[in-house]
């Protein structure tokens, strides 16, 4: 059975850092693209990061880019969020998404972490 | 970037109608497009893709069809746990835009 569990959410200061972390299993991880998906409360959903397998490509929207760095730990089977220069409209629940291919849809998501940025 | 686009924006129906939300890209992305259903307080699930191929256990009253820039999801007899934000995405290529969503809801 496949599971993302994601961990790191918070409460955090405009400007502050935070880092995600995405648990995965009963599948292949490094076979398969992971995303960052978000969802401000009341809104709809944001892809804001993409990695393939390798970690070798990487996508990040343009919302997020310079702020935010995916990376994956193909040993730990472990998917990373790295966000720095955190602003209020980052307040989202954020989501560790599977995707079957760079270009593929998303056939598993987790649970989600709240993020919120608030002084 | 391609932008997505959905239609309407919500709707109300009766248990048992026949609904059905557009997507629309506004350049041909093939067939890569998927529909997700998110139920209140719920995590996003996928219910089709490749436009209109069924993902395992959806039920059958789902279903979806189009190819270039024009997509429809079709719900065939509404029922009640059907009461969610259903939501397209293009994933051809990155930026993997999903569409403002359509909120449901029972008449």
């Known amino acids: 059975e496949v599971q993302l569990l994601e961990s790191g959410g918070g409460l955090v200061q405009p400007g502050g850092s935070l880092r995600l972390s995405c648990a995965a299993s009963?599948?292949?991880?490094?076979?398969?693209?992971m995303r960052w998906v978000r969802q401000a409360p009341g809104k709809g959903l944001e892809c804001v990061s993409s990695i393939t397998g390798s970690g070798g490509s990487t996508y990040y929207a343009d919302s997020v880019k310079g702020r935010f760095t995916i990376s994956r730990d193909n040993s730990k089977n472990t998917l990373y969020l790295l966000m720095n220069s955190l602003r209020a409209e980052d307040t989202a629940v954020y989501y560790c998404?599977?995707?079957?291919?760079?270009?593929?849809?998303?056939?598993?998501w987790g649970q989600g972490t709240l993020v919120t940025v608030s002084s | 970037d391609i932008q997505m686009t959905q239609s309407p924006s919500s709707l109300s129906a009766s248990v048992g109608d026949r609904v059905t939300i557009t997507c629309r890209a506004s350049?041909?992305?093939?067939?890569?497009l998927a529909w997700y259903q998110q139920k209140p307080g719920k995590v996003p699930k996928l219910l089709i893709y490749a436009a209109s191929t069924l993902q395992s256990g959806v039920p059958s009253r789902f279903s979806g069809s189009g190819s270039g820039t024009d997509f429809t999801l079709t719900i065939s007899s509404l029922q009640p746990e059907d009461v969610a934000t259903y939501y397209c995405?293009?994933?051809?290529?990155?930026?993997?835009?999903f569409g403002p969503g359509t909120k449901v809801y029972i008449k």
């Open positions: 995405q293009k994933y051809d290529s990155a930026p993997f835009t």
């Open positions: 350049q041909a992305i093939s067939n890569y």
């Open positions: 009963g599948f292949t991880f490094s076979t398969y693209a």
């Open positions: 998404a599977k995707a079957m291919s760079w270009s593929g849809y998303v056939d598993y």
